[in-house]
């Protein structure tokens, strides 16, 4: 494992930033980019739509200016793929117990200070080899159907850097009949959106905060393209998800809990609110493990804002693990970590009241 980097430091959203990742396979042009004078070329992949001259990257590190061209530097160029316990991303109420083949390449279009797989999103900020391998889209689809995944998950870095692999693997997987989902902290552009939309069937939402300060200060964007982000899929018709992280005196405060959980319940009172414990990490450190009361007064205010769906993430053996019927309150998905062990539904709806549960529930469904 390297050692820690220093502090984060922010970085500009009108990139300059010399490129020094030369990626391991052939480069790729870029979809999403229109030309700007002078050489330079603007990325209209996330809502940072980096400015990249000539030579430059933006601040993800992996979407390169060439000769006045924006190529991709990780198509195809993947840093892990394992089959995870879809309830692993965390999507409770999208083919609840199946198994996601799940598949990231290097780079983020944030530099959170609490990140967790920091040494693969963040290796070209840091300079550290993560080492990657060749999987081309067909190769991903042969893999999740080899492993019996039900979808393929685009996950663990931010797939909104590599839209233009996940994409072409996402309509491939359409094809056999494989579900496609999106891990992502919600920073895409209406453009991506309008890309990753007809292709994905459920995304899990990072929202780290209500905050825009949190936002500029920790992750290094803001807060609202996450807010327009998480609207625009739910229309879309996409199954939404939010996971939020509770950073002890960071984000948890109670009217800015309040606020987060009011906004989702706007949305729809049927998108289940994930909210998960911080443990100390990369550049966060010095803060201390979130105290599980903490978590269960958000649960809580969760449930007073009106969301339906409310769970305790990092919380082995807590009750808010498993799904509640919203009717009758009888338990209808029994969960213990990431393991599902007994369904209480037909045809998505809870077979002890028959109220419809939110989401793609049942097998028959998919």
């Known amino acids: 494992m390297p050692s820690l980097p220093n502090p984060a430091t922010m970085v500009p959203v009108a990139s300059t930033t010399p490129s020094s990742f ?3 396979g052939p480069v790729t042009f870029a979809t999403l980019a229109t030309p ?14 980096c400015l990249i001259r000539p030579g430059r990257s933006g601040i993800c590190r992996v979407r390169e200016n060439r000769h006045g061209r924006l ?3 990780v198509y195809g160029q993947v840093v892990a793929a394992n089959a995870d316990p879809i309830e692993k991303k965390p999507l409770f109420h999208a083919y609840p117990g199946s198994v996601a083949f799940s598949i990231a390449t290097r780079g983020c279009n944030f530099h959170c200070a ?6 693969i999103s963040q290796a070209a900020r840091d300079g550290i080899a993560a080492p990657a391998f060749d999987l081309p889209p067909r190769d991903v689809v042969a893999a999740a159907l080899a492993s019996g995944s039900r979808s393929i998950a685009y996950t663990y870095t931010e797939p909104t850097v590599f839209i233009e692999y996940a994409v ?7 094809e056999v009949g494989l579900a496609n989902l999106l891990v992502t902290n919600g920073y895409e552009t209406p453009e991506a959106l309008d890309l990753f939309g007809p292709v994905i069937d459920a995304a899990n939402v990072d929202l780290k905060a ?7 200060a920790v992750v290094g964007a803001r807060l609202k393209p996450v807010l327009d982000s998480i609207r625009r899929m739910w229309e879309m018709g996409v199954w939404v998800e939010v996971t939020t992280l509770l950073v002890p005196g960071r984000n948890d405060g109670e009217e800015e809990l309040h606020q987060l959980a009011a906004f989702l319940a706007s949305l729809s ?8 414990r911080f443990h100390p990490t990369y550049r966060m450190l010095d803060l201390p493990p979130t105290p599980l009361a903490s978590v269960e007064r958000a649960l809580r205010i969760g449930r007073q804002e009106g969301l339906r769906y409310v769970y305790g993430g990092n919380v082995p053996g807590h009750s808010s693990e498993s799904t509640v019927c919203p009717a009758c309150g009888k338990e ?11 369904v209480q539904t037909e045809g998505g709806r809870c077979r002890y009241c028959g109220e419809k549960i939110a989401g793609i529930i049942d097998p028959r469904e998919v």
Not at 114 to 119: G, H
């Open 332 to 342: 209808v998905i029994s969960r213990q970590g990431f393991s599902v062990r007994e």
């Open 114 to 119: 609490n990140c967790q797989n920091w040494a």
């Open 269 to 276: 009172p049927d998108i289940p609110w994930h909210v998960s």
């Open 168 to 174: 072409d693997t996402a309509r491939l997987a359409r």
């Open 36 to 49: 700007e004078v002078d050489g330079a070329v603007r990325c209209v992949a996330c809502a940072h739509r």
């Open 210 to 216: 209500f905050s825009d300060d949190f936002y500029r």
């Open 22 to 24: 030369s990626g391991t």
């Open 71 to 73: 190529v991709t530097l």
